[in-house]
């Protein structure tokens, strides 16, 4: 079933699930445990189908942008688990137009075309442009470099996936294509937003409702491609 494109909003309620120290845990993974039992979208994301709690962030992007038409060519970058592919797959309505593409092994999605690829291989970009039958309409990369706990180096890591993200729209957007990326903020995504509107008609900052407050987390949203 096709869920209704405007129910983004979670509703959970009840009382909150306090966690118990347990002998070898570390505090820091009581502390996520216990967040994670009582994250509304975690909830949610359970209940819907969904395999991570970050398809309601790329849910309430679409709500607003409105960038996942119907009959549209979708690359997702950094797929795994595959939560973004699952809400690609029900609202372009078009079946195996969604490449998801990750470093990872992923289980399969109907009407998603699952690769097992490097995006600094070389040949990566060939193998999509053959998979894809042609360039696409837009690029959503969630990619994210696995966390030190140092904030600036993770915000570094991610930044270089950032850019693989926005070189590989480069060469795969149709022209007025989207490219969807999220960045951690902290300085060095300045050079990558001066890059990326030299390229694209409009570019901004979004953070939907489901990133966590504290997360630096946020997403550049660059409309309407322009090849260089």
């Known amino acids: 079933m096709r869920r209704p494109r405007r129910s983004t909003k979670t509703t959970t309620r009840g009382a909150s699930v306090r966690v118990k120290s347990a002998r070898g ?3 820091s993974s009581t502390r996520w445990l216990q967040r994670q039992l009582n994250d509304p979208y975690v909830v949610e994301a359970k209940r819907a189908g969904y395999r991570s709690r970050s398809a309601w ?14 009959g549209s060519k979708i690359l997702d970058l950094g797929a795994a688990p595959g939560g973004w592919t699952q809400v690609v797959v029900e ?10 593409v990750d470093i990872l092994p992923m289980d399969p999605i109907t009407g998603a075309n699952i690769l097992q690829l490097d995006m600094t291989d070389a040949e990566a970009i ?12 837009v690029v959503l990369s969630d990619m994210a470099a696995a966390t030190t706990g140092h904030r600036q180096t993770d915000h570094i890591r991610t930044m270089a996936l950032c850019e693989i ?6 060469e795969i957007l149709v022209v007025g294509g989207v490219l969807i990326v999220k960045v951690f903020q902290g300085g060095a995504e300045g050079q990558l937003l001066s ?22 987390e946020t997403y550049l949203v660059a409309e309407g491609f322009r090849k260089q």
């Open 165 to 170: 993200a926005a070189d590989v729209a480069q």
């Open 57 to 70: 962030k790329l849910c309430q992007l679409d709500d607003q942008i409105k960038f996942l038409r119907s």
């Open 126 to 137: 060939g193998i999509i442009l053959k998979e894809a039958g042609g360039k696409v309409d």
């Open 195 to 216: 890059d990326l509107k030299q390229s694209f008609e409009k570019v901004r900052h979004v953070k939907p409702a489901a990133s966590r407050k504290e997360s630096p």
């Open 91 to 100: 609202r372009s309505g078009r079946r195996d137009a969604v490449i998801a």
């Open 25 to 27: 845990r570390k505090t």
